[in-house]
């Protein structure tokens, strides 16, 4: 018999027979004889509904009130879906946050949990029930309702499975697994077998929103084993697990892309100490997250400061950088708000040279400039004009995913 | 410096404007200096979406669940209004039934207040907050989530302000106060400025929806004097106190009605010992509420037993009576479905002789049989034939109340 911790998505319980369905799924499980802890999200829509009378209501509403607002989502998708295990003779009960107890920090919208309670939920399965318990939620220490932020409910899921020393995690959502690419616009794209937390998390970070990446760091912490699969098939998803030798083997898993990128150049900056954290400081103090940042010295003392913003800070932060360019020295500030991302990952390039070398060449083989390259030990980034993402998506993964390569 | 609780039903949170007036007003009153602690319900037509859900899921829900179902509405409307309050400038903060705490037993969807501990609103108060909490909710020893039955948020609202020694408790609504009668019906109805809770009792419990029946109990037993206002004028509504001595100088303070009432008569039952037992305890164990109950023996040793029911029990309620009426020795079973009541209350009946025989001569004016009579100390009322409901009422506010006489 193992203990397993099921989590549903938005989609999954979208409505009434979405959750008959996964009420169906949860009760051959346990017939199978295996304990069960069920983490759920809101129904699909819902959150958005929620925010928006908040906005509604004021447009720079209370956190700690739109986390009481927001946390109702969970609690409705719990009641309901012990509802429809009961009706289906599966005895469950369900748990909200401070009923558990997940404990968090005060950090409303975005709280980070520090401990789980598992002993109520412990007694629950001892009676031979399914646990139902909300995601996305928690309870600070001064008994203040919290959330998680966006897709908090896989972080619920595994921190659920972490302190309950879980067999496995089980990620149910509406697609069938984590993909080499994206398949809207790469026909090619398949579903992975297996891949490393390591990779997940490069996956996760750069735009594949299949799993929430402080979800995945938790995984990896804890080494909970993640199974991403479809609630609307029975076909075997993704598995995220510790990296094995064999992995390396393969030189890139993913190809991602993320378009949501505005790109700001300081132009001729003096090249002097401490230029980045005068420019950087008074963005980071507007809570503005700074992606890529690339700077490169000439042999005339100046150098060429370039960064990406997300496209809806790109204004602010704009205006932050012309306040201080004429201070820095700079001659201009240049911009192109209209530019993505394209990443490869793979646990294959610690090992193999080359790698980086071949994607800038497949690029300029079909005429792709190349804007601005990252680099971490398991993944490269180049910036390109957005006009060319489904292009870059799709000749890279040809060169590296294409022909049957790959971890199948 | 007084301490008020108010409390505002759905209509009155109804949507996001409507909620802003509400903030309007108590950030007014804030600023005259009271402490305030606000209890709301769910916005209007909530509760039955929610129940809704549950009952698209199944159609015999589990009741824990449904509570914690339920209880959502009033979180939304708590962390809204909390929002508008500090958009309006007026510190705030919400409380949930589990986080004042309202401790309830463990009869979930009609559970009752056991105790609160108001040391978090207190702390609250004494930061300069407006306090606002979810009515309807609270939890039971095990921390289960509880819901107290349609209305329970002016029970809610009456507990806290008899927990906290609350100098009043003002419950706003879509009405202007308590009426002598129904408007609709009774052109002549007019607000009545005070009213004893037991004469409010008397009329919640025949069918003047404005107060809930267990929040005038409540007032009445910790001597919570209620306030009943409309929220949306600035007019002063009805005052429900304890009884003054002038109050008993009007005969009859209001004329009420109930059409949810169906007849039965079992005719000609032999009269002896244990009859009414033998009837109406399968009745009570169908967990149907009989109302009015009639006999009257006969010189030949049979017996007529008449009682009403809710028009909903009707049926369940025949099969019942049919079902033992040959055991019981009844020549038959008559039954009328669409019979209503109509009733006057009033302190002064306790004191003054002759208002019944004033009732039933308005009635017989007017040719209006009386089917059955019931009694009690400051109420009388009549079955009639539902056809008359609305000239009865309106007869007898014009005999008692019509011409300026009663408590206006």
Avoid: W
């Amino acid at each position: 018999m193992s203990l397993i911790v099921q989590k549903y998505g938005g989609t999954s319980v979208g409505d009434v027979a979405r959750i008959h369905n996964v009420a169906a799924r949860v009760a051959a499980c346990r017939a199978r004889g295996d304990d069960l802890v069920v983490v759920v999200s809101a129904m699909a829509g819902e959150t958005n509904r929620l925010l928006g009378l908040a906005a509604e209501m004021c447009s720079d509403a209370d956190e700690r009130e739109k986390d009481v607002l927001v946390a109702t989502g969970e609690q409705v998708t719990v009641a309901l879906l012990a509802i429809a295990l009961k009706a289906a003779g599966c005895p469950a009960v369900s748990f909200l946050g401070h009923q558990v107890r997940i404990a968090t920090d005060s950090a409303f919208g975005k709280a980070r949990i520090t401990s789980i309670d598992d002993s109520r939920i412990g007694a629950a399965l001892a009676a031979g029930k399914v646990v139902v318990v909300a995601g996305f939620q928690g309870v600070d220490a001064d008994d203040n309702i919290t959330t998680l932020g966006r897709g908090g409910s896989d972080t619920s899921a595994v921190a659920l499975a972490a302190a309950m020393h879980a067999d496995g995690c089980e990620i149910y959502t509406d697609v069938e697994g984590v993909f080499t690419s994206d398949p809207r616009l790469c026909p090619n794209a398949r579903k992975l077998d297996r891949i490393s937390y390591d990779e997940m998390l490069e996956l996760a970070s750069l735009g594949a929103k299949v799993l929430q990446i402080r979800s995945v760091e938790f995984a990896k912490r804890y080494g909970v084993p993640l199974h991403v699969r479809s609630t609307f098939t029975d076909t075997e998803g993704t598995r995220v697990v510790e990296e094995e030798a064999s992995m390396e083997d393969v030189l890139v898993s993913g190809v991602t892309y993320d378009r949501d990128e505005a790109k700001i150049t300081l132009v001729r900056v003096p090249d002097q100490p401490g230029l980045a954290a005068r420019v950087f400081g008074p963005i980071a103090d507007a809570n503005i997250s700074v992606d890529m940042i690339i700077q490169n010295a000439s042999a005339d003392g100046t150098t060429d400061l370039t960064f990406t913003v997300p496209k809806a800070d790109f204004r602010r932060a704009l205006g932050l950088v012309e306040a201080h360019a004429r201070d820095l020295g700079a001659t201009g500030v240049r911009t192109d708000a209209d530019v993505a991302k394209v990443s490869i990952v793979g646990l294959g390039m610690r090992s193999h040279a080359g790698v980086a070398a071949k994607m800038f060449r497949a690029l300029a083989d079909v005429g792709i400039n190349i804007q601005m390259i990252s680099t971490s030990e398991i993944k490269t980034s180049v910036v390109v004009d957005a006009k060319y993402v489904e292009l870059a998506v799709r000749v890279l993964h040809d060169a590296f995913l294409g022909g049957g390569e790959g971890r199948g």
